[in-house]
Nanobody, 124 residues
Framework: QVQLVESGGGLVQAGASLRLSCAASGRTFSSYAMAWFRQAPGKEREFVAATSWSGGYTHYADSVQARFSISRDNAKNTVYLQMNSLKPEDTAVYYC?????????????????WGQGTQVTVSS
């Protein structure tokens, strides 16, 4: 059983930065794709960013491109989401997810395990 625990969320002002972390346990996850999704109140869960098992391939939603950066440290079983120039529309619960495959996708249903989420609130 894989467990994912997110941390690093909080309340910040527009223009600030936050770094989210997602620690995985339960098995070695270095061979698998990982991603961040987010869900705002009343909205569907949406893709934010994903990384290949090596970190050599990354993909971002258009809305966060050039502001967010995903990275991973396989030695620490941790994936990160560095969020810069935050906007009020970035307010959401952020979830990390792991896909038991080397293939990166942007589809939430293709990910196998999820964390409990961490709240990010950006005030204007």
């Amino acid at each position: 059983q894989v467990q994912l625990v997110e941390s690093g969320g909080g309340l910040v002002q527009a223009g600030a930065s936050l770094r989210l972390s997602c620690a995985a346990s339960g098995r070695t996850f270095s061979s698998y794709a990982m991603a961040w999704f987010r869900q705002a109140p009343g909205k569907e869960r949406e893709f934010v960013a994903a990384t290949s098992w090596s970190g050599g391939y990354t993909h971002y939603a258009d809305s966060v491109q050039a502001r967010f950066s995903i990275s991973r440290d396989n030695a620490k079983n941790t994936v990160y989401l560095q969020m810069n120039s935050l906007k009020p529309e970035d307010t959401a619960v952020y979830y990390c997810a792991i896909r038991m495959s080397t293939i990166v996708t942007m589809t939430a249903s293709s990910y196998d395990y999820w964390g409990q989420g961490t709240q990010v609130t950006v005030s204007s």
